[in-house]
């Protein structure tokens, strides 16, 4: 079976300019979640969406946002960009939100460098 | 405020030399524990989830066991191919949200 995937792998922005990152999760799952990964440093969340519906919004600010389709693949949007947004852009799928149904698979990430 | 520590941020360690990485944590009701292993540039890959106090999991060369205030990732007789950096997460009682808060993560790397 195919895991979670991601498009593109590396993207080059430059300031003020808007990205759009995608995920397809793992077939079957119902949740994805989004975080992101500064060097160095853990996997901060940023949403997570389930069965379409928002479930949970980390401390980024309204630059950020992202949406979930009818086939559970997901959109993160970034606008305005910042050099701080440099960073590892990771996409996770689940189950669910509870016990084992939240243990969550990672795909390969998106290195979004803003130049 | 939630907060995942890990320790220490590096690790050297000889091939065959076992040892121990800490994931210490404050939350509000853990709803679970998770352990990642991520290479350099690549996403995080799943390793264990842990639910309750004294519940230990194992795979291959890695035990994972939980206290009500830490978990430990043991490394017996680790091999090079165990070197990368070992994340912990935890899920906390909340409303609807399968949110995961991250330690900074262990990088480990055995020498041959």
């Known amino acids: 079976d195919a895991g979670v995937t991601q498009s593109p792998t590396h993207l080059i922005k430059t300031r003020g300019q808007h990205v759009t990152l995608r995920c397809s999760p793992i077939?079957?799952?119902?949740?994805v979640s989004w975080y992101q990964q500064v060097l160095g440093q853990g996997p901060q969340f940023i949403f997570q969406y389930y069965e379409k519906e928002e479930r949970g919004r980390g401390n980024f600010p309204d630059r950020f946002s992202a949406r979930q389709f009818p086939n559970y693949s997901s959109e993160l949007n970034v606008n305005a960009l910042l050099l701080g947004d440099s960073a590892l852009y990771l996409c996770a799928s689940s189950l669910g939100l509870t016990g084992s149904y939240n243990e969550q698979f990672f795909g390969p990430g998106t290195r979004l460098t803003v130049l | 405020e939630d907060q995942v520590t890990q320790s220490p941020e590096a690790l050297r360690l000889q091939e065959g030399e076992s040892s121990s990485l800490n994931c210490s944590y404050t939350v509000s009701g853990l709803r679970g524990l998770f352990w990642y292993r991520q290479d350099p540039g690549k996403g995080p890959e799943f390793l264990f989830t842990l639910y309750s106090a004294g519940e230990e999991k194992e795979k291959e060369r890695l035990k994972a066991t939980l206290t009500k205030k830490e978990s430990f990732l043991h490394i017996t007789a680790p091999k090079p191919e165990d070197s990368a950096t070992y994340l912990c997460a935890v899920h906390r009682y909340s409303s609807n949200t399968g949110k995961l808060i991250f330690g900074q993560g262990t990088t480990l790397q055995v020498k041959p």
């Open positions: 077939s079957g799952h119902k949740s």
